[in-house]
T-cell receptor
Framework: EAGVTQSPRYAVLQEGQAVSFWCDPI?????LYWYQQPRDQGPQLLVY????????NSQLPSDRFSAVRPKGTNSTLKIQSAKQGDTATYLC???????????FGSGTRLLVI | QQKVQQSPESLIVPEGGMASLNCTSS?????YFWWYRQHSGKSPKMLM?????GEKEEGRFTVHLNKASLHTSLHIRDSQPSDSALYLC????????????FGIGTRVLVRP
């Protein structure tokens, strides 16, 4: 079974630049999560979807971050104008039926300088 | 918002020794606790979950849960250098859509 695929693996930006992260969940998993993990900290939920619907985006900085999952499969997380404080690993995870036994992707490491 | 507190922040264990990690939630509605392990530069991988009072053992790993105090602990016996990693505790609540709320983790170093 293929796992959760994320790209790119790494991104280096200057402040003010935009970046998009892409996630392909496990086939058949209807629930998709985006987490932000600063260095040496635990993952913090940004947003999650059930199929194409946003279920919870309360922790997503809406002025600069956006996330979509238009067909209920792949998802894109975008940072419009990156800040140094956005430096972190961005993890995508998926599960079936909203179960908590997530499978995580390998993450995208973002460095904003 | 639910908080998950983990202790200690870091732990050094001799090879073959026992590592004991603690985790507490502030949300009385928590239904499940989860333990994930994250090796450096890798994604978190689920180790074990527990939802009922008592103890659960899988190989060298044992998890305890006290629902009254919302406290869970993870014990690793006969620790190996490959157990060196960040151990993340997470909690989920059925009424909140089962999304995982993670603690900051305990970094374990097993010294040969």
């Amino acid at each position: 079974e293929a796992g959760v695929t994320q790209s790119p693996r790494y991104a280096v930006l200057q402040e003010g630049q935009a970046v998009s992260f892409w996630c392909d969940p496990i086939s058949g998993h209807d629930t998709l999560y985006w987490y932000q993990q600063p260095r040496d900290q635990g993952p913090q939920l940004l947003v999650y979807f059930r199929d194409e619907a946003v279920i919870d985006n309360s922790q997503l900085p809406s002025d600069r971050f956006s996330a979509v999952r238009p067909k209920g499969t792949n998802s894109t997380l975008k940072i419009q104008s990156a800040k140094q404080g956005d430096t972190a690993t961005y993890l995508c995870a998926s599960s079936f039926g909203g179960r908590s036994d997530y499978t995580f992707g390998s993450g995208t490491r973002l460095l904003v300088i | 918002q639910q908080k998950v507190q983990q202790s200690p922040e870091s732990l050094i264990v001799p090879e073959g020794g026992m590592a004991s990690l603690n985790c507490t939630s502030s949300d009385r509605n928590v239904d499940y606790f989860w333990w994930y392990r994250q090796h450096s530069g890798k994604s978190p991988k689920m180790l074990m979950s527990i939802f009922s009072n008592g103890e659960k053992e899988e190989g060298r790993f044992t998890v305890h849960l006290n629902k009254a105090s919302l406290h869970t602990s993870l014990h690793i016996r006969d620790s190996q250098p490959s157990d060196s990693a960040l151990y993340l505790c997470a909690a989920s609540t059925n009424s909140a859509g089962n999304k995982l709320t993670f603690g900051i983790g305990t970094r374990v170093l097993v010294r040969p």
